[in-house]
């Protein structure tokens, strides 16, 4: 069984950089075809995907954070990383990090497994 952990600070200051790990069990983010991402869902509004990490060391981002966005990873510890820079309000969210066996995709509906999620405040 897969079993995805967020961890991180649950309060952030505008300005600053949110960081966010993902702790990854029953496999390994380097398994052929799995596709890692971070994806966030706003009070109120449907989920966003923000960017992943492929099994072959590629990363891809959405565009419209792509700016501010940076994904890594760390495959001896079977982690992968989130780095959302310039925070504001607007970024508070519950941040997810999910995986998807094979193919990407940036549609949260096509991914086989989730993290419990972690709440994260930007206060203003």
């Known amino acids: 069984q897969v079993q995805l952990q967020e961890s991180g600070p649950g309060l952030v200051k505008s300005s600053q950089t949110l960081s966010l790990t993902c702790t990854v069990s029953?496999?390994?983010?380097?398994?052929?075809?799995?596709?890692w991402s971070w994806i966030r869902q706003p009070p109120g509004k449907a989920p966003e995907w923000i960017g992943a990490?492929?099994?072959?060391?590629?990363?891809y981002y959405n565009p419209s954070l792509q700016s501010r966005t940076s994904i890594s990873r760390d495959t001896s510890k079977n982690q992968f990383s989130l780095q959302l820079s310039a925070v504001t309000p607007e970024d508070t969210a519950i941040y997810y990090c999910?995986?998807?066996?094979?193919?990407?995709?940036?549609?949260?509906?096509?991914?086989?497994?989730w993290g419990q999620g972690t709440q994260v405040t930007v206060s203003s």
């Open positions: 990490s492929h099994y072959a060391g590629n990363y």
């Open positions: 029953g496999d390994s983010i380097t398994t052929t075809n799995s596709y």
């Open positions: 999910a995986a998807k066996r094979a193919g990407r995709s940036s549609a949260s509906a096509e991914y086989d497994y």
